[in-house]
């Protein structure tokens, strides 16, 4: 009978794995499958883009609102100091440092919730309006764009908004490979977890790259209130 | 193999730090020659350095050993 279970069993762990893939070719299909997602959020983020340049012009030509350029420089030099933990996170892992991978995750994390920080409270203004009701006090000179404030404020929420979703689904992702690395999933040679989440992130900061000077730098400052 | 792990580290920061670089650069060309398409070439030469340096994006026609 266990003759019999064992023969059973062979053929069951057969059956499972009759149709896997070697690893490296599975995770050429993996990088293939990732990159092809990433190459579909490009429209929408193309939409936006365009959106900005057909809708941000007057008759002089290019314009954009007159936005805090500190907050956006400390915004865009937050997110660069996070992919640059990112991608140290996977060059650990790629040598076997473990808790060199872990720490630079942690620090990608916190980097990127600082940078989500940074568009609520600082550039939506959302800091602003909670101390102007509590307290009678604003911190920062520009008065911050609204969503109701014409074709700009649209814009800019547009942008920023689709922007900052994926980044709180990248800081998940983050979480979910710190969870996993806790419990040593990732080695030396085995670590597309870590390797999907980096390229993600990065894109998330590839996308920011562009949306920095298109919200912030191209085109003469206007105001923008309705 | 050390020399491996210290060259990759070495190549990741000096990759940020001319994305760091090239950002205030952005800035210095806003404020001062206010060029549209200066501002985009040098966006685009950012992201070049991020999908190539860390998104790895040659590996998509890399034949994995293991």
């Known amino acids: 009978m266990s003759a019999v279970t064992t023969h059973h069993d062979d053929h069951a762990h057969d059956d499972t794995h009759a149709h896997e893939l070697p690893y490296g070719q599975q995770l050429r299909a993996n990088r293939l499958g990732l990159w092809l997602f990433l190459f579909s959020e490009v429209f929408l983020f193309v939409g936006l883009f365009a959106a900005r340049f057909y809708l941000w012009r007057d008759a002089s030509g290019v314009v954009r609102p007159e936005l805090d350029q500190v907050a956006g420089l400390i915004a865009t030099s937050v997110l660069l100091i996070s992919s640059y933990f990112m991608v140290r996170a996977e060059v650990a892992v790629q040598h076997g440092e473990q808790k060199k991978m872990h720490n630079s995750l942690i620090m990608t994390f916190v980097m990127g919730s600082l940078f989500l920080l940074s568009v609520i409270f600082i550039e939506w203004g959302v800091l602003d309006l909670i101390l102007d009701n509590m307290f009678g006090v604003t911190l920062f000179a520009h008065e911050a764009i609204k969503p109701g404030d014409g074709a700009f404020g649209a814009v800019f929420y547009g942008m920023t908004g689709m922007h900052a979703l994926h980044v709180i689904s990248g800081l998940v992702l983050i979480l979910i490979i710190l969870a996993n690395g806790h419990k040593g999933a990732f080695t030396e040679e085995r670590h597309w977890g870590v390797e999907a989440c980096a390229v993600y992130w990065h894109y998330v900061d590839v996308v920011w790259i562009f949306f920095y000077p298109a919200l912030y730098l191209i085109g003469t400052a206007v105001t923008y209130h309705t | ?66």
């Open chain 2, 1 to 66: 193999m050390q020399d491996n792990k210290r060259a990759a580290y070495a190549l990741i920061r000096n990759v940020f730090l001319v994305l760091f670089v090239v950002s205030l650069a952005e800035l210095a060309v806003a404020i001062y020659l206010e060029s549209t398409v200066l501002l985009l070439l040098l966006a685009s030469a950012k992201a070049v350095l991020v999908v190539y340096y860390f998104m790895h994006i040659y590996r998509l026609w890399r034949q994995e050993a293991h």
